[in-house]
């Protein structure tokens, strides 16, 4: 069950919905996709639970039947008296310290700045060169995603005797809302959707994909820059922005361990034996 496999209260999944009950607005629950019994799931929460992003209707649907089946579990268990039982308060309690935990620490860490130079990047690329040898195939893509067929059309048309980056700009320009990339690299688990890779595994360098739909009708055209097969260790201009995030992670880590120290002093912790 859902909430069986998440029960740490540090899941996203939970600390989002506890953010959006604390700041809800009533008016912008109009329409309830689901209901059981008095309980409702409105357009608005489902929008904030999957990220405000434009899920397609299996997403939208595999989380109307996780809060269903959720809802209901919940709803029985109210009936069988689990709210008031020991073990639920005690859990309860725990769950409220970790959610406050959460939330805390993510303050801490988006409060930390560290402006990573090139040189560290660089440097750590170097360093640590076999850590990026890569575990399965890679792939190097420029891809862009549309709503309708035609301007799918449109710029395939353009980008077969143009330039990927100017046909880019020219386009945004005219489209506020659309969602591209270039020169990215990504293993082939992190290609979605899977029909992409497919198509990507049979495309030779500089190659322009056909226009790729889906079944919710999205229609994706994608440009196979380079590939790698597993063992190869990418260039440093594929995999910077992947070092980048490394090293402000590792950087972030060193910070909260610091200000844990700072904390352990301020509240006097002891542990005892």
Not at 7 to 28: G, P
Not at 64 to 74: A, G, H, S
Not at 79 to 85: A, C, F, Q, T
Not at 155 to 163: C, D, E, K
Request: glycine share 2%; net charge neutral.
């Amino acid at each position: 069950m859902f909430f069986l496999k998440h029960l740490k209260i540090t899941n996203s999944f939970f600390v989002l919905f506890v953010l959006f009950l604390s700041c809800s607005n009533e008016q912008d629950k109009k329409h309830a996709v689901a209901e059981v019994n008095e309980s409702k799931l409105y357009e608005e929460e489902l929008k904030f639970f999957l990220s405000s992003k434009k899920y397609n209707k299996k997403e939208k649907d595999e989380f109307i039947r996780q809060w269903v089946e959720t809802e209901t579990l919940y709803q029985e268990a109210k009936e069988n008296g689990i709210l008031d039982s020991a073990d639920y308060k005690l859990i309860l309690i725990q769950s409220k310290k970790e959610l406050a935990a959460a939330l805390i620490t993510q303050k801490i860490l988006d409060e930390y700045k560290y402006d990573v130079k090139e040189s560290d990047i660089i440097e750590y690329y170097h360093k640590y060169n076999e850590d990026f040898r890569i575990s399965s195939e890679g792939y190097v893509i420029n891809l862009i995603k549309f709503n309708d067929l035609q301007s799918a059309s449109e710029f395939r048309l353009n980008i077969i005797s143009g330039n990927w980056s100017y046909e880019i700009n020219k386009y945004k320009e005219n489209n506020k809302n659309y969602f591209s990339y270039e020169k990215k690299f990504l293993y082939d688990f992190q290609i979605q959707p899977a029909i992409l890779l497919k198509y990507i595994k049979g495309m030779l360098p500089s190659e322009v994909s056909i226009i790729i739909g889906t079944d919710d009708n999205i229609y994706y055209i994608v440009q196979l820059i380079k590939k790698y097969e597993k063992y190869d260790i990418p260039e440093y201009d594929y995999i910077k922005p992947i070092i980048k995030e490394r090293i402000i992670n590792i950087k972030k880590r060193m910070y909260l361990k610091n200000y844990l120290s700072e904390l352990y002093n301020k509240y006097e912790v002891k542990i005892n034996r």
